[in-house]
C-alpha cells in the first residue's frame, strides 16, 4: 500500500481523498499482518473483533468481492521482448522476440524510458510502465497497441510523462506477474481519477412519475396500477455511465 502511495505521490496527487479496494484475500492478509501490532491499539483491536482491514498507509480500506482478476499473457517476464524500432508518433510500439501472447491489461517497461514529474518535467527515476490495450499475438515483429501514448518531456512540451521515446532494441519487461498467471487487480485511487455522471430521464404522463436527485444521482420512480391483475407495479431507474478521465491517479496492485 505504501508502494501504491508513492506511485500516486510521484503523479501529484493529492493526498486526501484517498481509496484502497482490496479483495477478501488482500484483507484477511492485511489484517492478519496487522494483528502483530500494538498501536493504535483501538484500531487493532477494532479489527481483530471484524475481521476488516482499517484505514491506512493514508488510504480509505474498502474490501471488495468482485476485484477484478488479471490473466497475464504468455510472455517472459523478462529477456526475450524488445522494441523493434523507436517509437515516433500513435498508441502502439512496435516489438519482436519470440512467439507469445499479451493480455489487455498487461503492463510492462521500456529500459532507460523513466517517467517524468508531471510538474518539473524532470525524470523521477522510475522507469515508466505502459499498459497493452487490446490482447495481441506476438509473431515476429509486432505492432502492439499501448496505453498512455508517450509524450516526451522537453522544453516547451505541456503534461510529458516519459524522459525519452523508447527506442529500438530496448529490452522489455513485463510488470503484471509471471506467464500465465492470475492476480487479484486491487485497486488505489485517488476520487479525482474517475467520473460517474447521470441524467434526467422522461417522465411519461400516463402513470404516476417522479424524480429526485440524491448526491447528484437522478432517479426516476414510476407506479402502474394493472387493473387485469390487480397488481401495481413500481420502478425505480437511473440512467448513467462513468469514465476514467485521469489515470494517473490510479494504481493497481497485484494480489
Known amino acids: 500500500y505504501l508502494n501504491a502511495g508513492r506511485v500516486l505521490n510521484i503523479n501529484a496527487a493529492p493526498q486526501e481523498g484517498r481509496t484502497c479496494c482490496i479483495d477478501p484475500a488482500a484483507n484477511a ?13 483501538s484500531i487493532v483491536g477494532k479489527q481483530y473483533r471484524n475481521g476488516m482491514f482499517a484505514d491506512a498507509h493514508g488510504f480509505a480500506m474498502v474490501m471488495d468481492q468482485n476485484v ?7 510472455r517472459a517476464i523478462s529477456g526475450v521482448q524488445t522494441m523493434q524500432a523507436t517509437w515516433t508518433t500513435g498508441s502502439n510500439f512496435s516489438m519482436t522476440g519470440g512467439s507469445a501472447t499479451m493480455t489487455a ?6 529500459a532507460d524510458c523513466y517517467h517524468v514529474n508531471p510538474e518539473t518535467q524532470q525524470s ?4 515508466m510502465q505502459w499498459v497493452v490495450t ?18 516526451v518531456a522537453a522544453t516547451g512540451v505541456v503534461n510529458g510523462n516519459c524522459s525519452v521515446a523508447p527506442t529500438s532494441g530496448k529490452a522489455i519487461v513485463w510488470t503484471t506477474g509471471a506467464t500465465i498467471t492470475s492476480s487479484p487487480q486491487n485497486l488505489a485511487f485517488c476520487k479525482e481519477a474517475f467520473v460517474f455522471g447521470t441524467a434526467d430521464m422522461e417522465l411519461p404522463p400516463d402513470v404516476q412519475a417522479h424524480r429526485e436527485t440524491m448526491d447528484g444521482i437522478s432517479i426516476r420512480f414510476l407506479r402502474q396500477y394493472n387493473a387485469m391483475s390487480d397488481f401495481s407495479v413500481y420502478r425505480f431507474d437511473v440512467l448513467g455511465g462513468f469514465a476514467v478521465t485521469r489515470p494517473e491517479l490510479a494504481v493497481r496492485i497485484a494480489g
Not at 477484478?68 to 504468455?74: D, F, I, K, Q
Not at 491489461?105 to 521500456?110: L, S
Not at 487490446?134 to 509524450?151: E, H, L, R, Y
Open 124 to 127: 523521477t527515476g522510475v522507469l
Open 68 to 74: 477484478y482478476t488479471h490473466l497475464a499473457g504468455t
Open 29 to 41: 492478509q492485511s489484517v492478519s499482518a496487522a494483528g502483530t501490532l500494538y498501536n493504535p491499539g
Open 105 to 110: 491489461g498487461d503492463t510492462f517497461t521500456v
Open 134 to 151: 487490446a490482447n495481441t499475438t506476438m509473431s515476429g515483429t509486432t505492432s502492439v497497441p499501448i496505453a498512455p501514448t508517450p509524450i
